[in-house]
């Protein structure tokens, strides 16, 4: 197993990392952890219905906080000239669902998390023992929702109400959020620690590699954007053709073809993570060669 090295100081770690963005040996090294991730989860091909039930689930909880959050906005003049104000209820409802929304996202990730490492370590997952681990963490996985959720709407109440400053520091603020809490999840499911722990954890096995690993999950997310290039073409096309039929089926296979790709792009990230903290911690890690790891998270 190779060793990471240490950090040295932040500014000669990024003075080093910037020249080694090879455009094609990023593209190239994206492929093949896509290859590799994909490699996992094609073993427990139900496990996509995990991103499929977080989607729904996120969908419903939408609904059901619709209506209160209507009945909360007191509406002020007639139907020509309304105004919609805001009140104390309305901005309670609105933590709460993005509390909720948080949750549930982060509780079905927790579920594939916990069924890639069961699957690298030698197990056969099933959706079952994927909802079972993360039902198990409950008590880990609520604290973080609640910590996340904050963080976030902190950040986007930033970008919205301080101007342009505010903007591009909520910004940065998000890009560090991300970064430092990049292994939380996997930690949390698979180590016995709460929440800031699992942050001050992430955050040290970050310092590692510093933006290496990162680098990984952008170019999975690159190969996701390619792979929707030919879903968002046929929508295009289909509207430019003008015909009715013809543009509505062309959006729904552009819609559909997106939202899969959306899917597996999505499970496929978890996997990444699960596999870099496996990496990370000196594990065996599975389907991922040892030299396409240490691309993705190498000492500089």
């Known amino acids: 197993m190779v060793r990471i090295g240490p950090l040295a100081s932040c500014a000669g770690r990024m003075g080093r990392v910037l020249p080694s963005w090879s455009v094609m040996g990023r593209v190239s090294t994206s492929i093949e952890l896509f290859k590799s991730s994909w490699s996992v989860l094609r073993q427990d091909g139900e496990l996509l219905v995990l991103p499929v039930l977080s989607a729904l689930s996120s969908l419903l909880m939408i609904g059901l906080f619709a209506y209160p959050l209507w009945l909360s906005v007191s509406v002020q003049g007639d139907l020509t000239n309304a105004s919609f104000q805001t009140t104390p209820v309305t901005y309670v409802l609105a933590a709460l669902i993005y509390f909720v929304l948080a949750f549930v996202t982060i509780f079905f990730n927790s579920a594939l998390v916990h069924a890639a490492n069961q699957r690298m370590s030698g197990g056969d997952p099933t959706l079952g023992s994927a ?38 520091l909520g910004f940065l603020g998000g890009l560090a959020w991300a970064a430092v809490t990049f292994l ?76 899969m790709v959306m899917i597996v792009m999505s499970a496929l990230s978890v996997v990444y993570q699960t596999a870099l903290y496996r990496f990370a911690t000196n594990q065996v890690v599975p389907s991922f060669e040892s030299s396409l790891m240490q691309q993705a998270f190498r000492p500089r």
Do not use: C, Y
């Open 131 to 168: 909802l079972g681990g993360a039902t198990s963490r409950l008590g880990r996985i609520l604290p973080w929702a609640l910590v996340s959720a904050t963080v976030s709407h902190l950040i986007r109440t930033l970008q919205q109400r301080a101007g342009f400053l505010g903007g591009l």
């Open 184 to 259: 939380v999840l996997p930690i949390l499911v698979l180590e016995n620690v709460g929440p800031i722990d699992a942050v001050k954890r992430s955050a040290g096995l970050l310092r590692k590699a510093w933006g290496e690993g990162l680098a990984g999950h952008v170019g999975l997310g690159l190969v996701g954007f390619l792979a929707m290039l030919p879903f968002i073409a046929i929508g295009v096309l289909g509207a430019i053709v003008g015909s009715v039929a013809v543009t509505a089926l062309a959006l729904v296979l552009a819609v559909v073809g997106i939202v």
